[in-house]
């Protein structure tokens, strides 16, 4: 009898342990096909424009996602590739000004948020990017990023025991893993990465109870002719994608869009970032200045710091405390947590 019972649970054991197995792999090894449909953008934003020679499938969404997550992107496997300065509960930015990669190496600026990056036409602070392609590229090779070159990367895709398998799965039959294809998967998912769900976007769509007073009373200083926020904040992005000087430090050590056009009026010129989740995206501005929104919110209050180059939009705003609250709690309901926490954009299991 009691032969009998262990003979039992061992066969159950191997019932389950089996089907365990064929599950891991099922997750694991293929793409999770009844993930949405994240080429479609939220309700009131237009279409995510894709480009001809990379557009959506959901294998490569997966295999982008993948890989925004993936220890072997890096040299020495010390950090898990885009994700490291790319965190989703921080709006995919670094919740530090100045973000380390390979050998603990600081990038010279903030890390700019990926948020709805598919929409700009310009990426970077001082916009010397315009395809999302050309980073996830780049990253792999330099040495203060990932440190690969192309053959070790390549050995180590080729060699891993689903990577193949879902290079075919996403760009063909024939195809191997190559440093270009992990460049167009990643872009693919950061392309998905859209945000628009938060409480001032269902206040828009119809519900007056989204916002709070308090907010209500931000949004309208926020589109005041007052403050003048919404003339570069503008549009679904809250940015207008041009370069302005806001003085926002007394001393500027990067010159900003400068470097690109080598206009002096360019000098200390940066990008105007979209406000989306500004919330969770501290600390802020090219250098990661200021640490709190009411750092921000002051130094507008204040006209900014001179600069010969300083934007005529930025004057001293004489806002009252509640003011200044309000406006801040506008920005809060800019926060889209159903995209912060969302698992399908999260590091897969
Ligand atoms: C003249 C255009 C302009 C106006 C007007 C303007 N901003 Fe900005 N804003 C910018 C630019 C450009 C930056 C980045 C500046 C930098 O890094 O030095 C910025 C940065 C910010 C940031 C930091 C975002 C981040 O992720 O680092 C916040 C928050 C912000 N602005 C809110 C506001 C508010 C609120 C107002 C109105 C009181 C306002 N802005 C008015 C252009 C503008």
Redesign the pocket.
């Known amino acids: 009898m009691a032969f009998k019972v262990s003979l039992n649970v061992i066969k159950l054991f191997f019932i389950f342990s089996s089907t365990l197995i064929i599950s891991c792999q099922e997750s694991t090894e293929w793409p999770n096909m009844n993930q949405k449909d994240y080429s479609k953008p939220p309700v009131g934003f237009p279409p995510i424009p894709f480009p001809s020679d990379n557009p959506y499938s959901r294998e490569k969404f997966e295999l982008g996602r993948r890989l925004f997550y993936e220890k072997i992107l890096v040299k020495d496997s010390s950090f898990k590739s885009c994700s490291h300065c790319m965190k989703q509960a921080h709006n995919f930015q670094d919740n530090v000004p100045n973000s380390l990669g390979l050998n603990k190496i600081a990038e010279p600026r903030?890390t700019m948020?990926l948020t709805n990056v598919a929409y700009f036409d310009k990426i970077f602070?001082d916009g010397r990017g315009s395809r999302i392609e050309q980073p996830a590229y780049r990253s792999l090779f330099l040495p203060y990023i990932f440190g690969l070159d192309t053959n070790e990367l390549q050995k180590r895709l080729e060699n891993h025991p689903i990577y193949p398998n879902l290079f075919r799965a996403a760009f063909g039959e024939n195809v191997k893993p190559s440093a270009w294809l992990v460049a167009k998967a990643i872009s693919t998912f950061v392309r998905c990465l859209v945000s628009g769900n938060s409480a001032y976007d269902k206040f828009l769509r119809g519900d007056s109870n989204a916002l709070t007073e308090s907010q209500k009373r931000g949004m309208k200083l926020?589109f005041s002719e007052r403050?003048?926020?919404s003339?570069?904040?503008s549009g679904f992005l809250f940015t207008?994608l041009q370069?302005?000087?806001?003085g926002?430090?007394n001393h500027y050590f990067d010159f900003?869009r400068f470097y690109v056009t080598k206009d002096y009026k360019d000098r200390n010129?940066?990008?105007?970032?979209?406000?989306r989740n500004?919330e969770v995206?501290a600390?802020?501005?090219?250098?990661g200045t200021?640490k709190t929104?009411e750092e921000?919110?002051e130094n507008?209050n204040r006209g900014g710091f001179p600069n010969i180059n300083k934007?005529t939009?930025?004057k001293p705003?004489n806002l009252t405390k509640e003011e200044k609250e309000d406006?801040i709690n506008f920005?809060k309901a800019l926060t889209d947590w159903e995209f912060l926490k969302n698992p399908d954009f999260a590091e897969p299991k």
Do not use: A, E, Q
């Not at 370069?243 to 806001?246: C, E, L, R, W, Y």
């Not at 010129?269 to 406000?275: A, D, G, Q, R, V």
């Open positions: 903030n948020s602070w926020f403050t003048k926020c003339v570069c904040h207008d370069f302005h000087n806001t926002t430090t900003g010129k940066f990008l105007t970032p979209s406000l500004v995206s600390p802020y501005m090219h250098d200021y929104l921000v919110i507008y934007d939009l930025i705003l406006l920005l």
